[in-house]
């Protein structure tokens, strides 16, 4: 919870501050995103893989508290008026994840029993629905209303009591037997296997696919907002909130239906991928906020 919390109060201050910065500049926004999403591309596998092999719970402690005294180091420099220095927030924050997150399904695997795991896992992708409702809106509440130097002391204070609360896990030593496998090797040959099985191929080039629209449309939200609809940019705080009502309802709906989806996987993706395209389209040309947000939820 206090991780979602500082997401997105990092996203919703960020923008908006370096939009206003650079005077509502895209290649800035587009920039933001950029290094938010890179990180991810480059670290994931390494974090996954490093996992096993290190201690869990140290793990997600060093990393919510090298968050904190990172995002401390920034609000020195932006207090100083060293406003750039806005982007390495998002980027620590993204190479920390990488790290942190891995070792979180980690603990779950060690920790919960195993025929709990979906509903500890099922909860948990309820929070991050939940805060896709009210990130942005708490996120733009507190950055509209105390500004950016207060929205990183919020970060600070956010990571800093995670770690904390997070020193209460039970010990986590790291596995040492069998003796780990070079890093290098164990990339190479999770590379091998997903690259020898078709379905796995499949859905791989899929997300990459997925990824690419997505890292292409996110950056221009603010200004479909501002552009097509004639909104304040903060106005994009209530789609965010509205798309975030949407996966709620999805993931209800899918839950209730699960037999009906497992039996028709195979037809509802590319279904879905259309439905998200056409979506898109709708959204960039519509010039009236109720359909824009009714595509958003849907």
């Known amino acids: 919870m206090l991780q979602q919390i500082g997401i997105w109060v990092r996203n919703m201050a960020l923008l908006f501050y370096i939009m206003e910065q650079t005077g509502n500049n895209p290649t800035a926004v587009a920039l933001l995103t950029a290094l938010e999403y890179l990180p991810i591309f480059v670290f994931s596998m390494i974090g996954g893989t490093l996992a096993d092999r290190w201690n869990p719970k140290k793990t997600v402690i060093i990393g919510d508290s090298l968050s904190a005294v990172s995002i401390v180091v920034i ?11 806005a982007f ?20 779950f695997k060690r920790h919960v ?23 942005p809106i708490l996120g733009t509440l507190i ?14 204070a956010v990571f800093a009591l995670a770690a904390l609360i997070q020193l209460a896990l039970p010990p986590s030593p790291r596995d040492t037997s069998p003796a780990p496998s070079p890093l290098l090797r164990d990339m190479r040959e999770g590379i091998r296997y997903v690259a020898g099985k078709p379905n796995l191929r499949l859905t791989a080039v899929m997300f990459l696919l997925v990824g690419c629209a997505t890292g292409i449309t996110q950056p221009l939200d603010v200004f479909v907002t501002m552009e097509r609809l004639g909104l304040a940019k903060e106005a994009v705080q ?11 309802a999805g993931g209800i709906i899918a839950a ?4 009906v989806v497992d039996r028709h996987r195979s037809r509802i993706i590319p279904l879905a991928l259309m439905a998200l395209s056409i979506g898109t389209v709708i959204e960039v040309v519509s010039l009236w906020p109720v359909l824009t947000g009714s595509v958003r939820f849907c």
């Open 75 to 85: 609000l020195g420099l932006v207090s100083a008026g060293w406003w750039q220095a």
């Open 88 to 107: 390495a927030a998002t980027v620590v924050s993204a190479v920390v994840s990488q790290f942190s997150q891995p070792s979180s399904s980690v603990l």
């Open 113 to 135: 029993p195993e025929e709990l795991i979906g509903a500890a896992i099922g909860i948990t992708q309820s929070q991050m629905a939940i805060f896709m409702i009210g990130g």
């Open 143 to 156: 950055y509209s209303r105390l500004g950016i130097e207060a929205s990183l002391g919020v970060l600070i």
């Open 238 to 248: 209530w789609f965010e909130a509205l798309a975030g009502v949407g996966l709620l």
């Open 256 to 259: 209730v239906f699960s037999g």
